[in-house]
């Protein structure tokens, strides 16, 4: 149904990417993309497109990983393309492409009093359908805004993560992600 290319910094994809990217997610949840594409250079992390099966663009997925763990930073599927199975069929990829790792993934959580809230249920079901669990961990990030971390593994050692950040951000962390992790 769908393929997923690793790409290079300068594809030709990113006038999609940087459309998609600009559009479907809040504008204070977005870091530089030059950040993103310096960070994929240094090998800290990698953007991947995904194609339907006629070969069209779709959308990317954007992950930081290390040995041990895989992060799903973004992942967006163009408006147009919504509805037809991709982002399910994405998460199967991202699976697949990650067997080894420990797969996660942070999400808004579920607030009754955010404008967004049944957004935010939406997302965590569609979550939960493709085989995400909640790890009893979130992060509290800029705007003092909450993300619960979820994976295909409901146990995940904060530290893990933490030492993926540590090392995706360097000296970038305080400016661009100021966040701290909580146990619930």
Known sequence: MIKVRQISTNSNDFKNIKRVYNTVFPQNELLPLSLLKMRAKAGKAEFCSIYNEEGKWVGFFY??????????FFLAIDPHYHGQGLGSATLTAIKERY??????????????????????????????????????????????????????????????????????????????????????
């Open 63 to 72: 992950t930081v990983y290390n040995k041990r763990i895989a992060y799903i």
């Open 99 to 184: 067997a080894e790792k420990r797969i996660t993934l942070s999400a808004e959580r579920p607030d009754p009093q955010a404008p967004n809230n049944e957004q935010r249920l939406r997302r965590h079901r569609f979550y939960a359908k493709n085989g995400f669990v909640k790890t009893g961990l979130y992060t509290v990030e800029k705007d003092n805004e909450k993300f619960d971390l979820l994976s295909t593994q409901s146990n995940v050692n904060p530290q893990l993560y933490q030492q993926l950040m540590d090392s995706y951000l360097t000296n970038h962390r305080r400016h661009y992600l100021p966040y701290k992790i909580v146990k619930e």
